[in-house]
């Protein structure tokens, strides 16, 4: 079974660029949830999907960043524009039901860089 | 907001001792506590999980305890290997309805095993 798979696994971008990332769930997984470490720190929460929808965006930081699940398959992760404190390693997880305490798969990430 | 804090942020064992990492969560409703295991470049994995109706599991050299009055939970690796060599992360959630498994995690623990 192919894992959770995330493109591209390193970026280096200039403030003020745009960066897309991109998560491709395992087959069959409606739930989708996307997540960040900056600087070394905790694993934060950012958003989830279930299919298309998004059931909850409270983590996103502000509205520099937009997520996307069209068709409910894949999703994309857009900074525009990214700023200095948005570097660090995106994480995108997946699950099948999407219940309370169901096992989270994990992509091995985004190393975002901004300078 | 759920709050979990992880301790020591790094730990360095010789080959053959135990590792303990504690990790404390402040909201009383969580009721799910995974451990991840991400090694160098790669993906988090879940190694151990344990629901609140229990106080302890074990699979093979890793043990998880739970106490819910003190609401606190630790990962318990016995006869350690250089290949536990990772960072660990400890997480906690509830069940809340629709809301899937929104995890909230600890700081990491980088945990180095000396030949």
């Known amino acids: 079974e192919a894992g959770v798979t995330q493109f591209p696994s390193h970026s280096v971008i200039e403030k003020g660029q745009t960066v897309t990332l991109r998560c491709d769930p395992i087959?069959?997984?409606?739930?989708l949830y996307w997540y960040r470490r900056v600087m070394g720190k905790e694993i934060k929460f950012l958003l989830h999907?279930?299919?298309?929808?998004?059931?909850?965006e409270s983590g996103m930081p502000n509205n520099r960043f937009l997520a996307e699940r069209t068709g409910g398959t894949y999703s994309t992760l857009k900074v525009q524009p990214a700023e200095l404190e948005d570097s660090g390693v995106y994480f995108c997880a997946s699950s099948i039901r999407g219940g309370a305490n169901e096992k989270l798969f994990f992509g091995s990430g985004t190393q975002l860089s901004v300078l | 907001g759920e709050n979990v804090e992880q301790h020591p942020s790094t730990l360095s064992v010789q080959e053959g001792d135990s590792a303990v990492i504690k990790c404390t969560y402040s909201?009383?409703?969580?009721?799910?506590f995974p451990w991840y295991k991400q090694e160098l470049g790669k993906r988090p994995q879940l190694i151990i999980d344990i629901r609140s109706n229990v106080g302890e599991k074990k699979d093979q050299r890793i043990a998880v305890t739970l106490n819910k009055t003190a609401k606190h939970f630790s990962l318990h690796i016995t006869e350690t290997q250089p290949e536990d060599s990772a960072v660990y992360f400890c997480?906690?959630?509830?069940?809340?309805?629709?809301?899937?498994?929104?995890?909230?995690f600890g700081g990491g623990t980088r945990v180095l095993v000396k030949p």
């Open positions: 909201d009383s409703a969580s009721n799910y």
């Open positions: 087959s069959g997984h409606d739930n």
């Open positions: 999907f279930v299919k298309e929808s998004k059931q909850d």
């Open positions: 997480a906690a959630s509830k069940r809340v309805k629709a809301a899937g498994n929104k995890l909230t």
